[in-house]
């Protein structure tokens, strides 16, 4: 069982940055692939961000490339996702998520074995 807290989210004006973590606890952190989702108001929850076991591999929404950057720290089970140039549209609660590699799908919500509980991130114009 794998539990996970975000934090860093809040409240930034447009062209700003932010980072948020999360850590990790319980299970074997580095045996996981680790995601970024968030959800709007109304919105369906989206993918953003995904970074393989090592690091070594990521993958991100085309909204999102360029400005937002995922990584992880194994030896102190967290992952951040640090956005740039954060624009209105950015607005949403941000979920991190942990996946069992074995047949991982990278953007698909329903492969992600763990959720944490979200922070919000607003963006102002």
């Known amino acids: 069982q794998v539990q996970l807290v975000e934090s860093g989210g809040g409240l930034v004006q447009a062209g700003g940055s932010l980072r948020v973590s999360c850590a990790a606890s319980g299970g074997t952190f580095s045996s996981y692939g680790m995601g970024w989702f968030r959800q709007a108001p109304g919105k369906e929850r989206e993918f953003v961000a995904a970074i393989g076991w090592n690091g070594g591999t990521t993958q991100y929404a085309d909204s999102v490339k360029g400005r937002f950057t995922i990584s992880r720290d194994n030896a102190k089970k967290l992952v951040f996702l640090q956005m740039n140039s954060l624009k209105p549209e950015d607005t949403a609660v941000y979920y991190c998520?942990?996946?069992?590699?074995?047949?991982?799908?990278?953007?698909?919500?329903?492969?992600?074995?763990?959720w944490g509980q979200g922070t919000q991130v607003t963006v102002s114009s």
């Open positions: 998520a942990a996946a069992s590699l074995a047949g991982w799908r990278v953007r698909n919500p329903p492969s992600y074995n763990y």
